[in-house]
């Protein structure tokens, strides 16, 4: 009986060693479970940063390109008016480019009829003489006076019209 009851002794204690052999064994397999598990909280406490910095620089990125869109179209308004003005300034340098083509021409018409008037009174310079001699004697019929008076007359008459109707078109 001492010889089972040691027996049983030597089992039980080759059993307890076999489960402390089996503890250790479980507990570093459990060490190795907790850093591999820390380790993963760690992996996705920092994939939670890495998503949340994503987030963050997406929102500032969505906001950037709101603003880049809306200044975008500020640009292309701005453009269209700038076109529209630059348009509207082209037919003004056209219109004055007209107006003063036609200033032109009627200066050269006014030259043309200086040089014809300037010629008609050298023509006439001799018939001056003449009249001023004719003054000299008195005369009953007045028409000799009045008519170049009258002509005169017509003649910055037919200017002034002619002006007129230059510029009013």
């Not at 920092?46 to 709101?66: C, F, H, I, P």
């Not at 880049?68 to 701005?78: F, G, M, V, Y």
């Not at 480019?97 to 014809?116: G, N, P």
Request: proline share 2%; hydrophobic share 40%.
């Amino acid at each position: 009986m001492e010889a089972d009851k040691g027996a049983e002794l030597e089992r039980s204690r080759a059993e307890i060693r076999g489960l402390r052999s089996e503890i250790q064994n479980l507990h570093s397999r459990l060490e190795v479970a907790s850093n591999a598990s820390s380790e993963a909280s760690a992996e996705i406490a920092r994939l939670k940063l890495q998503w949340s910095d994503a987030v963050a620089e997406k929102q500032v990125a969505d906001e950037r390109l709101a603003a880049l869109t809306k200044e975008a179209e500020t640009d292309k308004l701005n453009l269209s008016k700038m076109t529209a003005n630059f348009s509207q300034l082209s037919l003004q340098q056209a219109s004055d480019q007209l107006q003063l083509d036609i200033r032109r021409q009627e200066c050269e018409d006014l030259r043309a009829e200086i040089a014809s008037v300037n010629a008609r009174i050298r023509e006439l310079l001799p018939y001056e003489r003449f009249r001023g001699a004719a003054n000299a004697l008195p005369h009953t019929n007045d028409v000799a006076k009045t008519l170049p008076v009258a002509a005169e007359r017509a003649v910055r008459t037919a200017r002034r019209v002619r002006r007129r109707a230059l510029t009013a078109s």
